[in-house]
C-alpha cells in the first residue's frame, strides 16, 4: 500500500499566519490526492481534490500544490475557524490511503 | 441537498458481526460511488471500501476478508458487514458519497456524521 507521511504532526499558530502542512507519498501519485479538515467530534470535509482544485464553498485561503511525490496544503491566513485536522488521501492506488493527520491549534 | 445517515448498534461483542446502514437523501444510489472510513477513538482516519449500486466493489486488503459491503436500490441505502469483530475494530464509522474528477480522481465530498461502534462484551 502506499503510504502517505504528514508533516509536522502538529502546529501551533497565530490568526493571520500563513501556515503550510506538507504530505509526502511513498511512490510516485501523479496528482491524485486530496484534502480534507475535521474539526473536533465532526466528520472530515473535503477542502481539495487532484491536488489543487478548491472544493464548491471552501474559502480562497485554502490552496493545494503538488504533483508526484510533494504535496501542500497552504491556508494563506488562518482564521480562528480553521482550528482543526488535515488529512490528505491518494486516490491513485488501492487500498486507498490518508495520511496521519496534521493537528493545527491556535 | 445531499444527506447521509448511519445507522446500527452501538455495541457489538467480540467475534460477533457489526453491521451498519447508510440512507442517502437527495441523491440516489444509483449515481456515483459510496464508501465506508473509520477512525478509531484518537486516531486517524482508514478508508473501508466501497460499492456501485451495480454491485461492484473495492475493499482495503487490510479487511477485506471480513468486510462485505452492499446496496438496496430500493431503499436507497448501503450497508457494512464486519465478521469476527475485535477491540480494534472500535471506531467512528463514517459513509460518505464517492465522486471523480476526469473519471480518474477520486474523492470523498458528502460523509455522514459517523457512528461510534464499541467492540466490548
Known amino acids: 500500500a502506499i503510504q502517505m507521511t504528514q508533516s509536522p504532526s502538529s502546529l501551533s499558530a497565530s490568526v493571520g499566519d500563513r501556515v503550510t502542512i506538507t504530505c509526502r507519498a511513498s511512490?510516485?501519485?501523479?496528482?491524485?490526492l486530496g484534502w480534507y479538515q475535521q474539526k473536533p467530534g465532526k466528520a472530515p470535509k473535503l477542502l481539495i481534490y487532484?491536488?489543487?482544485i478548491l472544493h464548491t464553498g471552501v474559502p480562497s485561503r485554502f490552496s493545494g500544490s503538488g504533483s508526484g511525490t510533494d504535496f501542500t496544503l497552504t491556508i494563506s491566513s488562518l482564521q480562528p475557524e480553521d482550528l482543526a485536522t488535515y488529512y490528505c488521501?491518494?486516490?491513485?492506488?488501492?487500498?486507498?490511503?490518508f495520511g496521519q493527520g496534521t493537528k493545527v491549534e491556535i | 441537498q445531499v444527506q447521509l445517515q448511519e445507522s446500527g448498534p452501538g455495541l457489538v461483542k467480540p467475534s460477533e458481526t457489526l453491521s451498519l446502514t447508510c440512507t442517502v437523501s437527495?441523491?440516489?444510489?444509483?449515481?456515483?460511488?459510496w464508501s465506508w472510513i473509520r477512525q478509531p477513538p484518537g486516531k486517524g482516519l482508514e478508508w473501508i471500501g466501497y460499492?456501485?449500486?451495480?454491485?461492484?466493489?473495492n475493499y482495503n486488503p487490510s479487511l477485506k476478508s471480513r468486510v462485505t459491503i452492499s446496496a438496496d436500490t430500493s431503499k436507497n441505502q448501503f450497508s457494512l458487514k464486519v465478521t469476527s469483530v475485535t477491540a480494534a475494530d472500535t471506531a467512528v464509522y463514517y459513509c460518505?458519497?464517492?465522486?471523480?474528477?476526469?473519471?480518474?480522481?477520486?474523492?470523498?465530498?458528502?460523509w455522514g456524521q459517523g457512528t461510534l461502534v464499541t467492540v466490548s462484551s
Open positions: 487532484a491536488a489543487s
Open positions: 488521501l491518494q486516490d491513485n492506488d488501492y487500498p486507498w490511503t
Open positions: 460499492i456501485y449500486y451495480s454491485g461492484h466493489t
Open positions: 460518505a458519497r464517492v465522486r471523480n474528477y476526469n473519471f480518474s480522481q477520486y474523492y470523498f465530498d458528502y
Open positions: 511512490q510516485g501519485i501523479r496528482n491524485d
Open positions: 437527495g441523491d440516489t444510489i444509483r449515481r456515483h460511488y
